[in-house]
């Protein structure tokens, strides 16, 4: 019975502190309880790697900007594969948290946002894409359209394993406009999850330009040291 007594008390306690700070939300990553309404605890924050480098890839004369907002490791490569493989839509928020405050720090300028797109195999299989959830995170704090104009027209090997210039052949011809009115003229926040050697995202950036873009610049939440 007093066991009982006590474990109702610490479940009453419990409710009491959940009305008090009015959310009893826990770390994504470490399960820590905390009470600021955010969805990763300080010090998960604390182990993530800020980039605030801006660079650019460039290949056949042709270059654009890039940002990422942090490096692949640690607690940020934790959410990102929680948002790839694991659904986890909260880790999604925390990373395009990370890209707002990029967009702003640099002063960003665009016009419509879109996104890496991936097979229509690959998307069935995982059900959604996590650069679209994140281009559409940072769409709707930002009041900016989100256009879905490219698409994976061959589906590419594993990346993971491969030299620099195989994964640029690899990745090469491998993605279509197919509306080019949605991005004729205007500037374009190209998204993805994270930059590896930025084969795939040159590809996407050119074929963009190619297609009557004004201007490309590329957007990630994190950036591999290959
Ligand atoms: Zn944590």
């Not at 290949?59 to 654009?64: D, H, R």
């Not at 665009?110 to 996590?130: A, E």
């Not at 030299?163 to 197919?178: A, L, Q």
Request: proline share 1%; with cysteine.
């Amino acid at each position: 019975m007093g066991y009982g007594f006590v474990e109702n008390l610490a479940f009453l306690w419990d409710c009491v502190l959940g009305l008090i700070y009015c959310n009893d939300e826990k770390c994504v990553l470490c399960k820590k309880d905390i009470y600021d309404g955010e969805n990763i605890c300080r010090t998960c924050k604390d182990n993530i790697k800020i980039c605030r480098d801006r660079f650019q890839i460039e290949s056949n004369n042709c270059q654009f900007n890039c940002y990422s907002s942090s490096y692949y490791s640690g607690a940020m490569m934790e959410l990102i594969i929680k948002l790839k493989y694991k659904n986890s839509f909260k880790s999604g928020d925390i990373i395009a948290s990370y890209m707002k405050d990029t967009i702003c720090n640099n002063n960003i300028h665009f016009d419509v946002l879109t996104y890496v797109p991936m097979t229509r195999k690959s998307f069935k299989k995982r059900g959604y894409n996590q650069g679209e959830y994140l281009a559409r995170t940072l769409g709707k704090h930002f009041r900016k359209p989100v256009v879905h104009c490219l698409t994976k027209t061959k589906d590419t090997m594993d990346q993971i394993g491969l030299s620099r210039e195989e994964r640029w052949n690899n990745i090469y011809g491998s993605f279509k406009v197919y509306n080019s009115c949605c991005i004729k003229g205007k500037s374009v926040l190209l998204v993805d999850d994270v930059l590896t050697t930025g084969a795939t995202a040159f590809c996407c950036g050119s074929e963009l330009l190619k297609n009557g873009a004004k201007k490309i610049n590329i957007l990630t939440g994190a950036k591999s040291r290959v």
